[in-house]
T-cell receptor
């Protein structure tokens, strides 16, 4: 079945450092890919998404490119801030399977130090 | 973007009682609603999928008689945890799916069973 694999955290960075959180997926169809962010005690907020190969999603300085050849959707940010400290979830939605369910990765906790 | 609300945000109950959680799509019609459960520092686990006016589809291992889901309208779904026990304590998150099969997540409900 479909699955999402994320790098394990926690990831600890200094402010203004470069961030990469790896995400790879397996899917039988042509999934849409998402990154969600969860702050402590809150629900999930959509950070960015991409719906087809080579699409780049971007928001708030974060970027991720849908790479079909490597089945990856790595999250990057050039300069992190303390306020970026949160848990980041990679997810896919495979409409061609007919279920439209979201499959989530295990989440990666990011801690940014001032 | 589309907004989903949940009520209550936090609930504490005694063991053996039932608790109802509401999920509302505020500015769109959610043809499908999803209920997730999240344990501390873990990913989201899909519990069930419901379509308006029909019975929910439960994921393997989820007790349908314990977690009652009603999707009475295109803007409201409820999850009732019946005869709650301490092991049911968790963070419950709902989402609404729109006509494009994109999910919008509520802020979550933290249930504590004493």
């Amino acid at each position: 079945g479909d699955s999402v694999t994320q790098m394990e955290g926690p990831v600890t960075l200094s402010e203004e450092a470069f961030l990469t959180i790896n995400c790879t997926y397996t899917a039988t169809g042509y999934p849409s890919l998402f990154w969600y962010v969860q702050y402590p005690g809150e629900g999930l907020q959509l950070l960015l998404k991409a719906t087809k190969a080579d699409d780049k999603g971007s928001n708030k300085g974060f970027e991720a490119t849908y790479r079909k050849e490597t089945t990856s959707f790595h999250l990057e940010k050039g300069s992190v801030q303390v306020s970026d400290s949160a848990v980041y979830f990679c997810a896919l939605s495979d409409a061609t399977s007919g279920t439209y369910k979201y499959i989530f990765g295990t989440g990666t906790r990011l801690k940014v130090l001032a | 973007g589309a907004v989903v609300s949940q009520h209550p945000s936090r609930v504490i109950c005694k063991s053996g009682t039932s608790v109802k959680i509401e999920c509302r799509s505020l500015d769109f019609q959610a043809t499908t609603m999803f209920w997730y459960r999240q344990f501390p520092k873990q990913s989201l686990m899909l519990m069930a999928t419901s379509n308006e006016g029909s019975k929910a589809t439960y994921e393997q291992g989820v007790e349908k008689d314990k977690f009652l889901i009603n999707h009475a309208s295109l803007t409201l779904s409820t999850l009732t945890v019946t005869s709650a026990h301490p092991e049911d304590s968790s963070f419950y998150i709902c989402s609404g799916g729109d006509d494009n099969n994109e999910q919008f997540f509520g802020p979550g409900t933290r249930l504590t069973v004493l």
